[in-house]
């Protein structure tokens, strides 16, 4: 059987076919993505129970060990405090008596009220002097170094000088006119003594002499005003020497340089005294007099010396608006250098004070002035208000009784193990 279909028709049948198979294959994807999105909420569905689940019992952990931390952290603390009073350093009579500790009572006493100045270490102006040439020239060797100790009479350098060399030979040559007018003198005499020749000539050979004499003296006063002789050496050679026993200070001079008559070669001092120049202020001028004691420290410690006021300024700087005062201070160990800062102390009068300690008996903890007072485990660190002191006893305005026993040596001894007890209770 045989079908006739016409060219329209079959493009017909072929459009509903192929809208057929689109229809069908559409159909299929939208079942396929339908499944896959319900199988996703499924599944994040259950892992959002189970982290839930998982999160409740982290929780629940978290709380339940929390609280059993901080319970047994707060009892153990509890119990660790309850040992030791604030303040307590405990220490065995043992360690008391093997680090030198030693205890005193706190008691009435006699205090030093003094006023503390500002003052600086100087050269003794007196025992120092700038070593000059004298002559010009030039310098062929320089044997000191600054900072050295010489000692008097000792060289310093040499220089040539052409004027010295003048001034000697002028003198060698005075020498050999004043010898020749001498036996000039002594034979005229003698011949007119014996009337062999005439009183003129004589008189002529005694007034050349007297002329010779006042010629070689006139060169050599020049000679010793520049404190040179006419020496063994070169007739040029000129050498500084040190005026007394010093040490050099300033140095200002180098091997082949020229200088002149009133070069600043050499700046010496003498350092076994040295003066300490105080400032004074207005309102204390009338504390400080001549003959006064007084007490010298240096604010980075060491030893005290004592000493007594030299001199007193009427006048005040026009900068500083204060008067200076001076103090000659003995210096054997070269300890006081010239240019350091000091304190200086000047006692006002005395003052009775009900309570007192020694002075190394006070330390400052944590920016408090404390003062160690005996207890039944060692010692208890009592803050305590300072009064006068005079550097060896201080006052106590509050805080210690009159008789409480303290630390009076060693104290910084208590202060250290203090620390160390500080340390491991932090840690």
């Known amino acids: 059987m045989k079908f006739n279909i016409d060219k329209k028709s079959a493009f017909s049948i072929l459009t509903v076919v192929a809208v057929g198979i689109v229809l069908a294959l559409a159909i299929l994807f939208w079942k396929k993505d339908a499944s896959s999105g319900e199988g996703e909420a499924e599944h994040a569905e259950e892992t959002r129970e189970k982290t839930a689940a998982k999160g409740g ?21 509890e119990e660790g405090h309850a040992d030791a009073a604030p303040g307590l350093i405990k220490m ?12 005193a009572r ?12 500002p003052g600086e270490v100087n050269f003794n102006e007196d025992r120092t002097a700038h070593v000059v040439p004298r002559v010009a020239g030039v310098v062929e ?16 350098a040499e220089i040539a000088s052409p004027e010295l060399a003048e001034l000697r030979s002028a003198v060698l040559a005075a020498d050999k006119r004043l010898g020749l007018a001498r036996v000039t003198y002594e034979r005229e005499k003698k011949l007119w003594e014996d009337k062999i020749s005439a009183q003129q000539d004589y008189l002529q050979a005694e007034q050349q002499y007297r002329e010779a004499q006042i010629e070689a003296q006139s060169a050599r006063s020049k000679l010793t005003a520049l404190g040179a002789g006419l020496g063994s050496d070169a007739l040029n050679r000129y050498v500084l020497r040190a005026p007394f026993n010093a040490v050099v200070v300033e140095k200002h001079l180098a091997q082949g340089e020229a200088v002149k008559e009133d070069a600043n070669a050499f ?20 504390t400080i007099r001549v003959g006064q004691s007084v007490t010298i420290r240096s604010p980075a410690g060491g030893e005290a010396v004592n000493g007594k006021v030299s001199y ?22 070269l300890a006081w250098r010239p240019g350091l800062f000091v304190n200086v102390s000047v006692v006002r009068g005395k003052k009775e004070a009900a309570v007192t300690v020694q002075a190394d008996g006070v330390q400052t903890i944590e920016g408090k002035t404390v003062v160690f007072v005996k207890a039944a485990q060692g010692f208890q660190a009592q803050p305590v208000t300072l009064g006068a002191s005079d550097g060896k006893v201080v006052e106590i305005v509050q805080g210690l009784t009159a008789g409480a026993e303290y630390v009076a040596t060693g104290s910084f001894v208590v202060k250290a193990e203090q620390g160390k007890g500080s340390a491991e209770h932090a840690h």
């Open 106 to 117: 706190a008691g009435a006493a006699s205090v030093d009220t003094a006023v503390t100045l």
């Open 57 to 77: 019992h982290a929780e629940g952990e978290k709380e339940t060990h929390g609280e059993g931390k901080e319970e047994a952290h707060g009892e153990g603390k």
């Open 312 to 333: 007193m300024g009427n006048l005040l700087g026009e900068q500083t608006r204060t008067a200076t005062a001076r103090v000659v201070v003995d210096n054997p160990g």
């Open 141 to 156: 060797s320089v044997s000191a170094a600054l900072g050295q100790d010489v000692r008097k009479g000792q060289a310093l």
């Open 92 to 103: 065995t009579p043992q360690q008391i008596q093997s680090a030198g500790i030693v205890t």
């Open 267 to 286: 700046v010496l001092s003498d350092l076994s005294k040295v003066w300490v120049r105080i400032a004074v202020s207005p309102k204390d001028l009338g």
